[in-house]
């Protein structure tokens, strides 16, 4: 009996040891994904800014070749505001002149949209 005692003892020894080594196992993993998390976002951060120091490089670029050959992008852009402010005008008027035609319109287009997107 004694000798089952001592086994039991020396059993239970043995898990508490594979325990807390695969409990550092773990805690080490665990450090490891994280760091490897860190880094990935780190890097995604990087290819961000680079895509978008691309982009405001390219958009210079054809900014710059649009106004040799005579057009203004600013001049255009203005533009599209001043169009874009007439059209909320347009919107504006015509939700408060006829707010039901208004919803059916928005329901009707939501219906064609709901219908596109299910495809």
């Known amino acids: 009996m004694a000798r089952a005692t001592a086994d039991n003892d020396t059993t239970l020894e043995a898990v508490g040891e594979t325990a ?3 409990g550092e196992r773990a805690r080490t993993g665990a ?3 994280a760091d490897a998390v860190s880094e ?27 106004k040799t050959v005579g057009i203004d ?7 599209a505001k001043d169009q874009l402010g007439g059209l909320r005008q347009i919107l504006s008027d ?5 707010p039901l035609r208004t919803l059916g319109l ?10 596109l997107s299910s495809r």
Do not use: W
Request: charged share 20%; proline share 0%; hydrophobic share 55%.
């Open 31 to 33: 450090a490891d994904v």
């Open 106 to 115: 928005a329901a009707a287009a939501g219906i064609v949209l709901g219908f």
């Open 94 to 98: 015509e939700m408060q002149n006829r």
């Open 73 to 79: 992008t600013e001049v255009m852009a203005e533009a």
């Open 40 to 66: 990935a976002g780190r890097k995604a951060s990087a290819a961000g800014q680079a895509a978008g120091d691309v982009a405001a490089d390219i958009a210079q670029d054809v900014s710059a070749r649009l």
């Open 20 to 22: 807390a080594t695969l």
